[in-house]
């Protein structure tokens, strides 16, 4: 459950699977950047040419529903498994990114507005 995993038993579980069938050998940061983005690629093939309201739609079916939760499953297995084996703490790294990201876009500055922060 969410409120009650901690990140770091995430990695350590990710870091278990892989070390219980021998692929660190094939986790360089290449390859997990790769995988971070190939099964990105398949949580975005869901809704590939489809309107907001039909994706809306498809998470309120159950089957597609665990199939997106099973890609964004695939996405944190990467990035968890990237930053057990760089040693990232990705909590601190989420923090550092969000005070970025507050700085740039100041809420009553972008409220509603959908545009990247140099286009002011």
């Not at 940061?29 to 309107?51: C, M, N, P, W, Y």
Request: proline residues 1%; hydrophobic residues 40%.
């Amino acid at each position: 459950m969410d409120g009650s995993t901690c990140v770091l038993d995430l990695k350590a579980r990710v870091e278990d699977f892989c070390n219980a069938r021998n692929w660190a050998q094939f986790h360089c940061a290449k390859d997990l950047a790769i995988g971070v983005i190939t099964e990105a690629s398949e949580l975005l093939e869901h809704f590939r040419f489809q309107s907001a309201e039909r994706c809306e739609a498809m998470l309120q079916d159950e089957r597609k529903r665990r199939e997106v939760g099973e890609e964004l499953a695939d996405v944190l297995f990467f990035i968890l498994l990237f930053c057990g084996r760089y040693k990232m703490d990705l909590s601190e790294a989420f923090a550092a990114k969000m005070a970025k990201n507050e700085a740039k876009y100041p809420a009553e500055k972008f409220w509603g507005q959908n545009r990247k922060y140099d286009e002011v």
